[in-house]
Every structure is written in C-alpha cells, then in structure tokens.
C-alpha cells in the first residue's frame, strides 16, 4: 500500500521522493481512511456510486441512528482495515459538522483517525 502523502491543507507532498509517500505503514491506511470519509458519494465522475452518502443517508432528519453505521461501514471496506477498536462520532449543531475519533487495527498496526466532516 502506497500513498502519497498530504500536508495539513489536504494538498499533496512534493520535493521529497520517496519521503513524500506513506508506505505499508498505519499512516497510509488512516490517510487513505480519511480520503475515503471526505469523498461525497457522486463527487468522482468516474465512478459516481462511489463515495460516503452524505447525501443519501447521512444529512437530513432522521438519520442519527444511521450516522455512525455508515461512518464505519466506509471505513472497514477501506484496504488495509482490519477492524474498528474505538469510535465516537459527535455532532455539532452551531457549525453543523460531525466530528469522527477512531482508533483501527490495520495490516501494519494502529492509527488513529480523527476528522470533522
């Protein structure tokens, strides 16, 4: 597993060679985990059933007893997670945003993963 990695604004690592790239490690699965909860479901013109459903599932009434199902289910099919240790998700009502901490077992280890979507 190869990743290339991204800096603090999400953009991508260059001037570094090989340093710029995260490999076989706990930081590539957490990376490729967050890039996977960031992708809206439609977003890629590839391949548009692809991505979390925010749209379809996530956003609107009703569906706080599906948030964290979703959530989770997205981040086990990601390559390299082999289960969920610890989750919290947290919604936040001023900024509308919902914050995820995770803790995963992967391939090559731990990571913690934590964002607010």
Same mark, same amino acid.
Do not use: H
């Given at each position: 597993?190869?990743y290339?990695?991204? &800096? ?5 690592? %260059?001037?570094? $060679?090989?340093a ?7 930081? =590539?699965?957490a990376?490729a985990?967050?890039t996977?909860?960031k992708?809206?479901? $439609? ?9 979390t459903?925010?749209l379809?599932? %996530?956003?609107g ?5 599906? %948030? &964290?199902?979703?959530i ?10 082999k ?10 009502g ?7 901490? =995770?803790?995963?077992?992967? &391939?090559? $280890?731990t =990571?913690?993963?934590y $964002? =607010?979507?």
């Open positions: 597993m190869i290339r990695q991204l &800096d603090e604004n999400g953009d991508f690592t %260059i001037g570094s $060679g090989s710029n790239y995260l490999q076989n490690s706990p930081e =590539a699965v990376q985990v967050q996977r909860l992708l809206w479901e $439609g977003e890629w013109f590839l391949d548009i059933s692809e991505g459903p925010y379809n599932g %996530i956003v009434k009703y569906t706080s007893d599906t %948030i &964290d199902q979703l989770q289910r997205r981040m086990l099919e990601t390559q390299g997670v289960s969920i240790i610890s989750y919290q998700g947290l919604y936040n001023e900024d509308r945003s919902y914050t995820v901490t =995770a803790t995963i077992d992967t &391939d090559f $280890g =990571a913690d993963i $964002g =607010a979507f």
